[in-house]
C-alpha cells in the first residue's frame, strides 16, 4: 500500500507559481510511475504530467507544456509539480497518483491516490 499526501496548494495571482508536493508513505515509490491529476468543478479529471520511475521520462497534457515541470526526489519518497505562469483555467483540485511502470494518461492506471489539494488562480 502506498499513501499519498498532497501539499503546496493555495490561491495565487495569474502569471504567479505555486509548487506542488506529492509525500509517498507505506512503501517506495522508487519503481513507480507518479502522475498530477486535476479535477475542475463541473468536469472530470484530467491528465496533468507523468514521470518515470528514473525521472527520465516525463509526459505533460499540451495546456501545461511549457509552463509545468513535474520531478521526483525517490530518496525522499516524493514528488513535485512546479507550476509557473498560471492562468485562470487551472483552478482545480491537484490529485497525486502512483502506478506501475508504464502508466499513462487515464486516472484508471493508477493504483494509488491522494486526497487532493486546492489551487485557486484569481483573474
Known amino acids: 500500500q502506498v499513501q499519498l499526501v498532497e501539499s503546496g496548494g493555495g490561491l495565487v495571482q495569474a502569471g504567479g507559481s505555486l509548487r506542488l508536493s506529492c509525500a509517498a508513505s507505506?512503501?517506495?515509490?522508487?519503481?513507480?510511475?507518479m502522475g498530477w491529476f486535476r479535477q475542475a468543478p463541473g468536469k472530470e479529471r484530467e491528465f496533468v504530467a507523468r514521470?518515470?520511475?528514473?525521472?527520465?521520462?516525463?509526459q505533460y497534457t499540451n495546456s501545461v507544456r511549457g509552463r509545468f515541470t513535474i520531478s521526483r526526489d525517490n530518496a525522499k519518497n516524493t514528488v513535485y509539480l512546479q507550476m509557473n505562469s498560471l492562468k485562470a483555467e487551472d483552478t482545480a483540485v491537484y490529485y497525486c497518483a502512483a502506478g506501475r511502470p508504464g502508466s499513462g494518461l487515464g486516472p484508471a492506471e493508477y493504483d494509488y491516490w491522494g486526497q487532493g489539494t486546492q489551487v485557486t488562480v484569481s483573474s
Open positions: 514521470i518515470g520511475w528514473n525521472g527520465l521520462s516525463t
Open positions: 507505506g512503501r517506495t515509490i522508487s519503481m513507480l510511475y
